[in-house]
């Protein structure tokens, strides 16, 4: 029940395309649904974050989805760059304890 | 740069041995966390202390242990090593209120048993 599903488990996409990565988790106590983006030898750092009160979430190019009853929630990237080329993690976690990660998206952004 | 320092950046021992990873959270966090990531493996959570005190735990092995110190720098100590416990630690830390639940992650510690 602590688990957190994470789909693909890598991504190829052209530059400008639009990636998108989905997220599915069963503990309903979880309050705070955020992504983090890594890259090689670098901590994660976060990229936005969601409630589970909103459907949606935008921060510049990076879009959440959420849906509750579904206990999904997705990230999309909107006019990727190869910038954005980088391991991308949702997690969940309750009361800011306990954070649950996914296993990762490697995404890679071709030129 | 987050503002989380990790020491050292790499630790390369052998089976058997006991190290220590130490971790400085950002001015004004009082929460800390303990990370493993294993080669192409997510993060795992391994513990977390605020202000002084373990508040949550996780994944940790009896033969690792953690504190956070009264100037809340936190330190992970890991013994009897084994091959597999060979990974990324990260360390992050958040203001630990329910409400303000962002962390930021420290740049790492790359621990090698041989």
């Known amino acids: 029940q602590q688990q957190v599903k994470q789909s693909p488990q890598s991504l190829i996409v052209q530059k400008g395309g639009i990636p998108i990565i989905n997220c599915a988790y069963e503990?309903?106590?979880?309050?705070?649904f955020p992504w983090y983006q890594q890259f090689p030898g670098k901590g994660p750092a976060l990229l936005i974050a969601i409630r589970p009160d909103v459907s949606e979430k935008k921060e510049g190019r990076f879009t959440i989805s959420f849906n509750k009853s579904a206990k999904q929630f997705s990230l999309h990237i909107m006019d990727s760059q190869p910038g954005d080329s980088a391991t991308y993690f949702c997690a969940a976690s309750q009361y800011g304890q306990n954070f649950v990660f996914g296993p990762g998206t490697r995404l890679s952004v071709l030129p | 740069d987050s503002g989380v320092t990790q020491t050292p950046k790499h630790l390369i021992t052998a089976t058997g041995q006991r190290v220590t990873l130490r971790c400085s959270p950002r001015s004004g966090d009082l929460s800390v966390y303990w990370y493993q990531q294993s080669l192409d493996q997510g993060l795992q959570f391994l513990i977390q202390?605020?202000?002084?005190?373990?508040?949550a735990k996780g994944n940790i092995l009896e033969r690792f242990s953690a504190q956070q110190f009264p100037d809340l720098h936190s330190e992970l100590n890991l013994s009897s090593l084994e091959l597999g416990d060979s990974a990324l630690y990260f360390c992050a830390s958040s203001t630990g209120t329910e409400w303000d639940n962002e962390q930021f992650f420290g740049p790492g510690t790359r621990l090698t048993v041989l």
């Open positions: 202390y605020y202000n002084g005190e373990e508040r």
């Open positions: 503990n309903t106590a979880f309050d705070y």
